[in-house]
C-alpha cells in the first residue's frame, strides 16, 4: 500500500501551471511521504508511478500532477549531492556555489524544460493516435506540457541517484587511470542513461492515447552501442564530467 495521497484530494481546486505555480509558494501543503514513495517507486517499479495517472485524469481532468513536491525534494538533493562535489573537487567557496547552482537551475531544470518541451511537441504531433484508435476519445486527447515535465523528472531522480550520488562515492576509483576505471565509469552511464530513457518511455506509454510510444527506447541502443567502444577508445565520462565542473 501507498501512503495515503493527501495532495491530491478529490475534489479538484485549480488546473494548469498557474495552479503549479502557486502550490510552489505552500510547501505545507506539499506531500512529501507520497513523493518519496514515487522516488522509490521510480527506482524499482517505475510503472506502477504511472498507474495512477488514470485515476489523476479521472478525477481532476489532468494526467499531470499538480503537487511540486517532486521537483522541489529532488532540486534540494541535487543541491545537496552538488554540494558535496564542492567540499572535495571545488578550488574554493564561489566555484562550489556555482556548481550547486548549474546543476540544479541549468542541468535539472532548464536541461529538463527543454527535453520535456521536445517530447511535448514530438508525442502531440506524431504519436497521438488517429480516430480508428480503440479508445474513442483518443483524437481529443492532447499530451500536457506539465505531464512531460513531469516525466522527465521522475526519469531523472533514478538517473540523479546513481549519476550524482553513486558516482560521487565511486570518484575516488572511477577518476584513476586505466581500463577498469573507463570500463566502470561507462557502464555507470551506460545503465544510468538507459534507464532514464526506459522510464521516459513507461511515462508517455501509460497515455492510451499515443500510439509508437516504443520510439523513447531507441536511444537505449545507440548508448549501448557507445559505451563499450568508448571505453575500448580511452573516454573516461566520469573524468569528462567532472573536468567540465571543476576544470
Known sequence: MHPSRTSEPHK???TGMPHYVRRLLKWRQMD??????????MCSNPKLVYRHTMYRKQTKNQ????DPAFVVM????????SALYGV????????AAWVVVRAVVVDYILVGVVIATACWLLSNRFLRAGPGHSHSHAAEQRVEWLYAFDVHCNSFF????ALYAVQLVLSPILLA???????LSCALYCGSLSYYHYCQFVGFNALPFLDNTVLFLYPIAAIALAAPAAALLGFNPTRFVLGIYFH
Open 158 to 161: 533514478p538517473m540523479f541517484v
Open 74 to 81: 529532488t532540486s534540494v538533493l541535487v543541491a545537496v549531492v
Open 32 to 41: 512529501m511521504e507520497y513523493t518519496i514513495w514515487q522516488m522509490y517507486l
Open 88 to 95: 572535495f573537487y571545488s578550488h574554493g567557496v564561489r566555484q
Open 63 to 66: 494526467w499531470a500532477r499538480d
Open 177 to 183: 587511470t586505466g581500463l577498469v576505471p573507463r570500463l
Open 12 to 14: 479538484y481546486r485549480g
